[in-house]
Nanobody
Framework: VQLQASGGGLVQVGGSLRLSCTVS????????VGWFRQAPGKEREFVTA???????YYADFVKGRFTISRDNAKNTVYLQMNSLKPEDTAVYYC???????????????????WGQGTQVTVSS
């Protein structure tokens, strides 16, 4: 399974970006997929996840601003990020695993396959 994250960039405070995570090697219709982020000097942290049945989970710090969605026909998961803040600056990673269960979606150690990451920079 390979994941390709894209869509990052430089945006001003309050702006928006949409990240994409395209999966190859396995159909995503059977997978839960998550997004994590890692800022310099910080641990990688959970942002959001979407299950194969379209249930979504969000970290408190992105609720109401970020939206995760999936397009199984394109084997792609999206992360729409609105009202961006400087503290959202990080490398964003998508990840998945064939053995994920919903109670483990927030645990980065349970994800076996990771994309290469895409940089998001929010300038003030």
């Amino acid at each position: 399974v390979q994941l390709q994250a894209s869509g990052g960039g430089l945006v001003q405070v309050g702006g928006s970006l949409r990240l994409s995570c395209t999966v190859s090697g396995r159909t995503i219709s059977m997978l839960h997929v998550g997004w994590f982020r890692q800022a310099p000097g910080k641990e990688r942290e959970f942002v959001t996840a979407i299950t194969r049945s379209y249930h979504t989970y969000y970290a408190d710090f992105v609720k109401g601003r970020f939206t995760i969605s999936r397009d199984n026909a394109k084997n792609t998961v999206y992360l729409q990020m609105n009202s961006l803040k400087p503290e959202d600056t990080a490398v964003y990673y998508c990840a998945t695993s064939a053995q994920l269960i919903t109670s483990s979606l927030g645990n980065k150690d349970m994800y076996h396959y990771w994309g290469q990451g895409t940089q998001v920079t929010v300038s003030s």
